[in-house]
């Protein structure tokens, strides 16, 4: 699950700096990259979405994962 936490967060990331991007300049950089609204680029759209809504879903778990872990990705020790 970590790798896959990490990419979705990556993508969420860089959709996050594209939005950015468009509210700012009105620049769309999926676009420039990929064309406007070519398949490619709806595909990037899409899987950001997807990404978006796997965060929304698994906030707790996600949560849960990385909290439990201390610096250097070690287990916490038990608070008991």
Sequence with gaps: MRALDSIVAILLIVGGLNWGLIGIFRFDLVAAIFGDMTVISRIVYTVVGIC????IVEWGAIRR???EMAP??????SPT
């Design 52 to 55: 978006a809504l796997y965060w």
């Design 65 to 67: 994962r990385y909290g």
């Design 72 to 77: 250097g990705g070690r287990e916490a020790p």
